[in-house]
């Protein structure tokens, strides 16, 4: 089997030769998860849905080969890392496999949350695939290949001479590659946001850059009025020109993309005019209109067999004002051409939650639900996890097993607001009005704990968990807002159960936009409401960073 394939198995091999020598009161089993969340019913016959990628999947990349489609996420410091996507459609999307799925890859070390993996690219090109990205904070730039993209893929090929982030791949039509990627502008920056887009000539025979980078594109589209944040690059040939497309204004609400032309491939790029760029935003709109998609930007444009063309690219679905959780999600649009030009959606127009789908058959094999109304059960069947979890960080000691058609996780010492490796596996978010709900059977010793956590970072989580508290069994409802709070969360609130000691009891989770009940039931009995705790803490607005919800189990020893 490959890494790829199976995400954590390995992980999960590792911990079960030692399983046996951990004490029973420090195994928390875990059963039946499930996750269910709402939004709306299912698009008419002939179209689909925005997002197509629900929750936490930022910058998406894609890339055609065929009659297929591969796509690919940020995910930063969660490992495994880069999902890679599969579809034959561009809207039903099948996730295959993770580029990052060995510890050996890359090493996350403590780093905060919305660091690691940035920004991904994949491209295909004489029958390999590749990805080029940024591991921030641990290693810079570097590539990874792979003849089939579901893995595995070869370990970082480091680019020591490229700074900065966002790289991206093009091949052009004679062979020769080249990478383009966000830099430090020439001298000094003359604002707080000023970057510059530079472009260096790669070798793919000895994995190398072959120097003399140029800079091409100097602050952004009007350098007059001091554009911020020019990134996420992407190169495109088309009808002999060069296209160069980029995200422009940062990932907030004035986020945009924006798009320039050359006659040849290192420049010079002229910006289209301020009647076409730019390409894509939704900062022009009223903030106040109902069910607003916000902080539209970071696309890809991809064509298809026909020559039409479509975009992936991020975008925000707040709540309330800028309040949003579930962070950046993958979006799907086409692209119409127009004198020379490329357009997303024209300026002013909101970004449609129902389109006409792309011209092409729908894949017929069932793909798991990643986007409208739906519920998952995990019952954790085989000796693996699936491809939806995730955790924090790079696992040095796995923490965690599968077998029995039970999730395993050892109460360690480390608890998710400690920036370290805690014993928690989750899964992403993916609706405003969701919950996510386990059984869990559990012997604490005085102070441990195990249960359901939802987490942004190591300072902004909520969660419900099992514990013992003065010898007596224990339901705790708690949640952290910022790094003075207690590492294992501040206690809402506390309730005693009537239960025995590993007696299996189910917690449960809920949100309805900024607010999330925590609940439990003894058995099959009723739910019991512990608290209702203000979400908003959980949102990229209070948080900060780049990631999304994720929610699922944890177990951490007594204190």
């Not at 928390?28 to 925005?50: I, K, L, M």
Request: net charge positive; glycine share 10%.
């Amino acid at each position: 089997m490959t890494m790829t394939k199976y995400g954590l198995a390995l992980a999960a091999a590792l911990l079960t030769t030692a399983a046996s020598s951990v004490p029973e009161d420090r195994i928390a089993r875990f059963e039946q998860f499930v996750y269910s969340g709402e939004d709306g019913a299912a698009p008419p016959a002939g179209s689909y849905r925005n997002p197509v990628l629900a929750g936490y999947y930022p910058d998406p990349s894609v890339t055609r080969v065929g009659d297929d489609f591969y796509l690919v996420n940020s995910t930063f410091s969660w490992f495994p890392g880069i999902p890679v996507f599969h579809s034959r459609d561009l809207v039903n999307w099948r996730q295959i496999g993770n580029a990052i799925d060995r510890p050996g890859q890359l090493d996350y070390k403590r780093l905060g949350m919305s660091r690691g993996i940035f920004a991904p690219d994949i491209t295909h090109h004489d029958g390999r695939f590749y990805i080029v990205t940024t591991c921030v904070d641990c290693g810079g730039n570097f590539v990874i290949t792979a003849r089939d993209p579901a893995g595995p893929w070869s370990d970082p090929v480091w680019l020591p001479t490229v700074g900065g982030i966002d790289p991206s791949l093009f091949f052009d039509t004679d062979g020769s590659a080249w990478i383009i990627n966000n830099r430090d502008p020439i001298g000094p920056p003359r604002y707080d946001g000023h970057r510059a887009l530079w472009m260096e000539r790669f070798d793919t025979k000895t994995m190398k850059m072959l120097g003399n980078p140029k800079m091409v594109v100097d602050g952004g589209v009007d350098p007059a009025a001091k554009p911020v944040w020019i990134e996420g690059p992407h190169i495109l040939k088309v009808d002999g020109r060069y296209y160069l497309t980029a995200a422009e204004g940062g990932t907030a609400v004035a986020h945009s993309q924006v798009v320039f032309r050359s006659d040849k491939v290192d420049g010079p790029y002229v910006p289209a005019s301020k009647s076409v760029n730019p390409i894509l935003t939704q900062r022009d709109l009223d903030p106040a209109r109902p069910n607003p998609i916000t902080s539209a930007g970071h696309a890809d444009l991809v064509q298809l067999k026909d020559g039409s063309w479509w975009a992936t690219f991020l975008a925000t679905r707040p709540y309330e004002g800028d309040l949003y959780n579930i962070g950046r999600e993958t979006y799907l649009l086409p692209v119409t051409w127009a004198n020379g030009w490329p357009t997303i959606l024209p300026r002013g127009r909101a970004i449609p939650t129902i389109a006409p789908r792309p011209k092409l058959a729908p894949d017929p094999r069932p793909a798991p639900p990643m986007t409208g109304s739906f519920t998952v059960r995990d019952n954790f069947p085989g000796s693996k996890l699936s491809q939806a979890w995730m955790t924090m960080r790079t696992p040095r000691t796995p923490g965690w097993t599968v077998g029995g058609g039970a999730l395993m996780l050892e109460a360690r010492a480390d608890g998710i607001g400690d920036h370290a490796q805690p014993s928690y596996v989750a899964r992403r978010q993916m609706h405003d009005v969701a919950s996510a709900a386990v059984t869990v059977t559990f012997r604490p010793r005085e102070g441990a704990e195990a249960g359901l956590a939802a987490v942004q970072d190591d300072d902004h989580f909520l969660g419900v968990g099992l514990t013992r508290t003065g010898g007596k069994l224990a339901v705790r409802a708690f949640r952290r807002e910022d790094k003075d709070a207690p590492a294992i969360g501040r206690t809402v609130a506390s309730v005693p159960i009537a239960a025995a000691v590993g007696s299996p009891v189910r917690l449960r989770i809920s949100a309805r936009g900024p607010a999330y009940t925590l609940a439990y039931a003894v058995g099959s009995g009723a739910w019991q409401q512990v608290a209702v705790v203000d979400g908003t803490i959980l949102s990229t607005a209070k948080a900060g960073g780049f990631t999304g919800t994720m929610i699922g189990p944890f177990a951490r020893a007594g204190r």
